[in-house]
């Protein structure tokens, strides 16, 4: 039902319930990625590579799945 009603996760290939965890995900980890990042313009020392951590992770998450051909000889 809520298929019918959001169109945007069908677009990128998901369910509703799927795109809604994949969702959740990140934006938990962009949460924790502020709190640091917040932490490190005050005390450079800490979380030295956080953010490029977050960002390595975040590109990955956003990548389209790969798909496996299987060569049936």
Same mark, same amino acid.
């Given at each position: ?8 996760? %069908?677009?990128?290939?998901? #369910? ?20 640091? &990042? %917040?932490?490190? &313009? ?8 956080? #953010? #490029? ?21």
């Amino acid at each position: 039902m809520l298929e019918k009603i959001f169109k945007h996760p %069908a677009q990128v290939g998901m #369910t509703y319930s799927t795109h809604m965890k994949h969702s959740l995900k990140m934006s938990k980890l962009m949460f924790t990625s502020s709190f640091k &990042a %917040a932490v490190h &313009a005050f005390l450079p020392d800490a979380y030295i590579t956080s #953010t #490029t951590d977050t960002n390595k992770q975040l590109t990955e998450m956003l990548k389209p799945p790969t798909i496996k051909i299987v060569n049936k000889q």
